[in-house]
């Protein structure tokens, strides 16, 4: 039997028919109306013209793994990436927003269980999903790799180029309301999903340091949290070890597609 077809749905939550939010979705080929888990991706940092946007989930097969699991997988581009229109805000409110409004709209869709929602985000993403996930404390799990959680940390912006992004994206706001913005350890203890945190020791781009300590944050609260430290890796994670990480962890919070 063959899968569902990938479908691309266009979302506008801000009102305006020119404001698209690119989403995919796809159910597992053996979706039968039942209720599914569903697994939201969320992809990174991509330079102009920022494309593939949610399609680099499908290139670096997290989206098909997702799908084999039982789970019904869907990816959400940023603005101004992929098919979503702009501008970007280095994870700030706006793509914020477009997430949450991606999991709204999930939510609400047959076949998706909304007990079983999970974020899983990688570097830029994994700070928006961490975001979000300070906002949604329905989340079932939240999985989080190569992520900034503390912009405070000023080591977050030795890379060249990283601040003058930052800096460029967030034009017009305080500086300080935008740091806060953007970082979930501000925010933890409103955070209710089971984490998972991965990182790689040598990343220079999102220091493993605050990494470790915004873990070290979620369990002083008494969150479920796991952290999985690569040794000598930088800020790509090797994609064998990475997935197997990932898997597992969907295995321990979601279970098979049908258990409750």
Same mark, same amino acid.
């Given at each position: ?64 793994? /997702?799908? %084999? ?7 959400? +581009?940023?603005?101004?990436?992929? @098919? #979503?229109? =702009?501008?970007? $805000? ?36 994994? /700070?928006? %999903? ?7 404390? +329905?989340?079932?799990?939240?999985? @989080? #790799?190569? =992520?900034?959680? $503390? ?110």
């Amino acid at each position: 039997m063959t899968a569902a077809k990938c479908r691309t749905v266009f979302l506008h939550p801000w009102g305006d028919a020119s404001g698209r939010i690119e989403m995919l979705v796809q159910h597992p080929h053996d979706a039968n109306g039942e209720p599914r888990p569903v697994v939201l991706l969320r992809h990174g940092h991509q330079e102009p013209p920022r494309q593939p946007g949610a399609r680099w989930t499908i290139s670096r097969g997290h989206f098909q793994s /997702v799908l %084999a699991m039982g789970y019904v997988s869907a990816a959400v +581009s940023m603005p101004g990436y992929g @098919l #979503s229109d =702009g501008p970007p $805000d280095f994870c700030g409110p706006r793509t914020q927003e477009a997430v949450r409004i991606g999991l709204e709209h999930l939510r609400n869709m047959p076949g998706i269980d909304p007990n079983r929602m999970v974020l899983c985000g990688w570097s830029r993403g994994a /700070v928006v %999903a961490a975001m979000v996930a300070t906002q949604e404390p +329905s989340l079932r799990a939240l999985i @989080l #790799s190569s =992520g900034n959680y $503390d912009l405070r940390d000023r080591r977050s912006f030795a890379i060249e180029g990283i601040e003058e992004a930052y800096l460029h994206e967030t034009v017009g706001e305080d500086y300080d309301t935008g740091i806060r913005a953007r970082s979930a350890a501000m925010h933890a203890e409103d955070i209710r999903a089971s984490t998972l945190i991965l990182h790689g020791d040598l990343d220079d781009r999102t220091h493993p340091v605050q990494a470790g300590a915004f873990f070290n944050q979620l369990v002083s609260l008494g969150r479920p949290a796991r952290m999985v430290m690569f040794p000598g890796v930088g800020h790509n994670l090797p994609p064998w070890q990475e997935g197997e990480a990932i898997l597992d962890h969907l295995r321990k919070t979601l279970g098979g597609s049908t258990i409750r």
